[in-house]
């Protein structure tokens, strides 16, 4: 139980770091004028044949019970539209502003867990959460473009999604579905969305230069396969609420990025938010340790009297 839940805890940082890495891939696209559809689609079709060689590499069956079919797909859109409306956002936003808006969803995963699935919410979560908001507020720039209304729109659809995806990853069928399996059924259906989309717009614009398929390819690999495959992981280890909790860490590795690729500069009221952000982390952490503890100290006693 100990090392099931500091598992799930490793896989959601991991997860939320690779995630993070977003920008690093989507921004070089941009700025090459690449449309959202066009990048969406890129990141989602390298992936899956991606995930499909590592499959039959590992000779994992592609097969699906059932009453697994309808899950795997809903997730699997529900993922597609949080890439998409986040991807979206960014043409009425700083990307910076909309990464750090897409984490009201840990507060939405909460809620939702707690109203519609009569999850307790302790002091710990509800402290979790409080600094991960405070935290992340501070990581705005001031010097950032105002707030385009629907701009607001679109990132917090995009967070709800992603909360949804979240929550229908534990709540469903699918968290039975192995993790590779079920990354690569959800991107599928995500690839499904946005070549219809892309067709009924302006079609997909064609990759031709070896930078462009690199930062198509790495936003494959990095904040796609890397990041869903941990992120799936952990939902099933430490639940949706601590997940999400831990995955504000994700504009941790956007700042490391802005700071480190695209020179942006780190301010006092960006560090303070960086440190409530570790330090609601890592009461999670803390607990997550001390609750598999205990109910492993309660079984050995259970087991020898």
């Known amino acids: 139980m100990k090392n099931k839940a500091l598992r799930g805890v490793v896989f959601g940082i991991l997860g939320a770091a690779a995630y993070g890495l977003n920008p690093l891939f989507a921004v070089p696209l941009m700025n090459l004028n690449f449309t959202v559809d066009s990048m969406v689609f890129y990141r989602y079709f390298f992936a899956v044949i991606l995930l499909g060689c590592l499959m039959l590499a590992k000779r994992q069956s592609f097969k699906l019970q059932r009453d697994e079919i309808i899950p795997v797909i809903a997730v699997g859109l529900l993922m597609a539209l949080a890439s998409l409306f986040l991807y979206g956002s960014y043409e009425y936003m700083d990307v910076g502003l909309a990464s ?15 109203i519609f ?65 079920l990354t690569f059924y959800g991107l599928s259906a995500g690839l499904v969305l946005f070549l219809i989309k892309g067709m009924l717009n302006h079609g997909i614009q064609p990759l031709t230069t070896p930078l462009e398929y690199g930062n198509a390819i790495g936003s494959a690999i990095f904040p796609t396969i890397i990041a869903l495959s941990l992120t799936n992981l952990a939902i099933t280890h430490i639940g949706s609420t601590n997940t999400s909790i831990v995955g504000a860490l994700e504009p941790l590795t956007g700042l490391f990025v802005g700071v480190v690729v695209f020179n942006e500069i780190i ?39």
């Open 117 to 181: 699935f009569k999850e307790r919410l302790s002091l710990l979560t509800i402290g979790a959460i409080s600094l991960v908001v405070l935290g992340i507020a501070l990581l705005n720039n001031s010097g950032q473009k105002s707030l385009n209304p629907l701009g607001l729109l679109i990132i917090l659809l995009a967070s709800m999604s992603y909360a949804l995806y979240i929550v229908g990853v534990r709540q469903t069928t699918a968290h039975a579905v192995p993790s590779l399996k």
């Open 100 to 114: 750090i808006l897409l984490f009201a969803y840990p507060v939405i995963v909460a809620l939702i867990m707690a």
């Open 267 to 305: 301010t006092v009221q960006n560090m303070v938010g960086v440190m409530l952000i570790i330090l609601a982390v890592t009461s999670v952490v803390a607990s997550q340790y001390i609750i598999a503890w205990c109910q492993a100290h309660l079984l050995y006693r259970h087991r020898h009297h």
